[in-house]
Nanobody
Framework: QVQLVESGGGLAQPGGSLRLSCVTSGFTFSKYAMSWARQAPGKGLEYVAASYTDGTDSYYADSVKGRFTISRDNAKNTLYLQMDNLKPEDTARYYC??????RGQGTQVTVSS
């Protein structure tokens, strides 16, 4: 079955960096555009970044543009999200998503001094 397992979250200071990883299995990763989404307490799901199948094209929400970088390694079936210059408003649970109905359990990111 399809599995998406996120890791790399944690506590970071404002201005700091974290790198999230999402190891996938159960489907042909290289044939799917993949996304990262986040949900802060009391708020809806926000898609923050997406990567085309071969990683040549990407999308970023305005809230993270210039700070976050999505990438993928199709040989390792893994999706990444490099998060730099983190802000307290980036605090959320981050999910790797294959489509609107399929995502992992998420990894918590907390940005606080």
């Amino acid at each position: 079955q399809v599995q998406l397992v996120e890791s790399g979250g944690g506590l970071a200071q404002p201005g700091g960096s974290l790198r999230l990883s999402c190891v996938t299995s159960g489907f042909t990763f290289s044939k799917y555009a993949m996304s990262w989404a986040r949900q802060a307490p009391g708020k809806g799901l926000e898609y923050v970044a997406a990567s085309y199948t071969d990683g040549t094209d990407s999308y970023y929400a305005d809230s993270v543009k210039g700070r976050f970088t999505i990438s993928r390694d199709n040989a390792k079936n893994t999706l990444y999200l490099q998060m730099d210059n983190l802000k307290p408003e980036d605090t959320a649970r981050y999910y790797c998503a294959k489509d609107v109905n399929t995502r992992g359990q998420g990894t918590q990111v907390t940005v606080s001094s």
